[in-house]
Nanobody, 126 residues
Framework: QVQLVESGGGLVQAGGSLRLSCAASGRTFSSYIMGWFRQAPGKERELVAA????????YYTDSVKGRFTISRDNAKNTVHLQMNSLKPEDTAAYYC???????????????????WGQGTQVTVSS
């Protein structure tokens, strides 16, 4: 089992940047696909970005391509989401999640997630 703790959320003006971090407990962090999800009020939770176990393959939802970057450091049991050129529509609670799925990289977006963090709020003002 793994415990996930997010940090780095906050209030930022449109066009600004934030870097979310997720610290994972346990010694098997490198065995998980990691993802960042977000959920805005009244909307369904959506997968924003995912990264494979070694960090060599990533997935981004279309609305964040070119603006967000997911990365991981398996030595430090951390995964990050660098968010640039933020827009008001990026406002949401952001969640880090870990998946034990075994998938080829081409199916990275379809991983099932087993463990979730408590979330961190990102608010982008216009």
């Amino acid at each position: 089992q793994v415990q996930l703790v997010e940090s780095g959320g906050g209030l930022v003006q449109a066009g600004g940047s934030l870097r979310l971090s997720c610290a994972a407990s346990g010694r098997t962090f490198s065995s998980y696909i990691m993802g960042w999800f977000r959920q805005a009020p009244g909307k369904e939770r959506e997968l924003v970005a995912a990264i494979n176990k070694r960090g060599g393959s990533t997935y981004y939802t279309d609305s964040v391509k070119g603006r967000f970057t997911i990365s991981r450091d398996n030595a430090k049991n951390t995964v990050h989401l660098q968010m640039n050129s933020l827009k008001p529509e990026d406002t949401a609670a952001y969640y880090c999640a870990a998946s034990t799925s075994i998938l080829p990289d081409v199916l990275l977006a379809h991983a099932r997630y087993d463990y979730w963090g408590q979330g961190t709020q990102v608010t982008v003002s216009s």
